[in-house]
């Protein structure tokens, strides 16, 4: 079936092993990702204890915008949006689990609308 040239044998052994590999380790990506809610607790959890800044959103009310917003319309009441908008005086714990999960978004964004393996 295949010729006597060792280079083309260990060419497909080595793209059949990156292929099984690459597919072992989105399965378990997708498997983590998906059944381990630890995965997301931890980064919660250092928001919770680290960040000063969703402490003082949870006292203040939600309050109108400025008199050129439509009318109706309010601050946003979700905190990720708020540690966004305040992203210069956020502490640097959370500027990295932000930057983290923004990168890791935008990434498999763009690999996945371009048929890249990513999960």
């Given at each position: 079936m295949w010729p006597q040239d060792p280079s083309r044998k260990e060419v497909l052994r080595f793209a059949v092993s990156c292929r099984i590999?690459?597919?072992?380790?989105q399965v378990l990506t997708r498997f983590l990702g998906s059944s381990t809610p630890i995965v997301y607790w931890f980064?919660?959890?250092?928001?919770q204890d680290?960040?000063?800044?969703?402490?003082?959103?949870?006292?203040?009310?939600?309050?109108?915008l400025t008199e050129d917003s439509p009318p109706g319309q309010k601050v946003p009441r979700?905190?990720?949006m708020g540690l966004l908008y305040h992203w210069?005086?956020?502490?640097p714990v959370t500027r990295y689990i932000l930057g983290y999960?923004?990168?890791?978004?935008?990434?498999g964004l763009l690999l996945h609308c371009n048929f890249?393996?990513?999960t």
């Open positions: 590999l690459t597919l072992i380790l980064p919660a959890h250092l928001l680290q960040e000063p800044l969703l402490r003082s959103l949870k006292t203040v009310p939600s309050k109108p979700n905190p990720i210069k005086i956020c502490s999960f923004l990168t890791y978004w935008l990434l890249l393996p990513w």
